[in-house]
């Protein structure tokens, strides 16, 4: 088993998928805390259902190596619409699931109507689940993952207290003074860039679990805010290094793999939590 690990290792695209997915779950992890906490943890999942429709209209546009163009800015819009709805009509909880199902509907409608291959299922399978692209990520896409990496992490340490009284308290943020409003749109546009990327991981219908496992492990055994952030980055990474190593070994599809190690991460997380109280 070691010797075969070590020759998949070599292997250019095994390293890009582990580099990429090592940012992607860190990243992840760190505005799953924030969406948890703020009662938003359905946001990646509606927002990945929006990333699919886009996906879907930049292949239907013939716009298949910059698809990014399209899928980026429409899911950074749908967060900032999101995220800002919560004082309106209409509820955030409602106003996600009226988005994702409906993006949902379009984007395979669009997969069916306007195919760009004999094989639908197959391209709706690997958007949905994540079954393949993981491994066949580019340079760029790497790339871009390092970059995302560096904005979380500097968002979170130069912006620390300010999103820490926005998530517990965000109405006496705002009396104090603080421009909450900005602070919420700098979250909405790095949350749409970690869905866009982390649907090559585990596809558009498994996103939920990168934002709300880690999350939900560490708070069953850490209490503190800094404390859970720590550990969730840490579950996180180790979640989705093991998950790729398994699914590379054993041949299964990489998404669900990965869920199912963060799913038995946290029901481990859970009782220990349950015998340290």
Same mark, same amino acid.
């Given at each position: ?185 700098? +979250?909405? /546009? ?11 991981? %585990?596809?558009? *219908? $498994? #996103? &939920?679990? @990168? ?14 805010? +800094?404390? /859970? ?11 989705? %290094?093991?998950? *790729? $190593? #398994? &699914?590379? @070994? ?28």
């Amino acid at each position: 088993m070691l010797d075969k690990l070590m020759m998949y290792l070599q292997y250019p695209f095994v390293i890009r998928a582990l580099t990429a997915g090592i940012l992607i779950a860190f990243s992840a992890s760190l505005l799953g805390v924030i969406l948890v906490l703020r009662h938003y943890s359905y946001i990646g999942d509606g927002l990945s259902h929006v990333a699919f429709g886009a996906m879907s209209m930049s292949y239907v546009l013939g716009i298949v190596t910059q698809k990014m163009l399209i899928i980026l800015p429409i899911t950074v819009l749908t967060a900032i619409l999101i995220l800002r709805v919560k004082q309106k009509k209409i509820q955030g909880d409602a106003m996600i699931a009226l988005l994702s199902t409906a993006a949902l509907a379009i984007g395979y409608l669009l997969m069916n109507v306007f195919p760009v291959s004999a094989n639908v299922s197959s391209d709706v399978c690997t958007s949905l689940f994540g079954s393949t692209s993981m491994l066949t990520l580019s340079s760029g896409e790497v790339w871009a993952s390092v970059v995302l990496s560096i904005a979380v992490t500097g968002m979170m340490i130069f912006l620390y207290p300010r999103i820490f009284a926005v998530t517990f308290d965000e109405n006496f943020a705002k009396v104090t003074g603080m421009k909450t409003d900005q602070i919420n749109l700098i +979250l909405a /546009v790095i949350t749409a860039a970690v869905i866009v990327l982390a649907m090559n991981l %585990v596809g558009s *219908l $498994l #996103i &939920s679990a @990168l934002v709300i496992f880690p999350a939900l492990s560490a708070m069953q055994i850490q209490k503190s805010f +800094l404390r /859970v952030l720590l550990m969730s980055c840490l579950l996180s990474v180790l979640a989705t %290094v093991a998950g *790729l $190593l #398994i &699914s590379i @070994l054993a041949g299964t599809p990489v998404g669900s793999t990965i869920v199912l190690v963060y799913l038995g991460i946290f029901l481990l997380c859970f009782v220990i939590g349950m015998f340290h109280d």
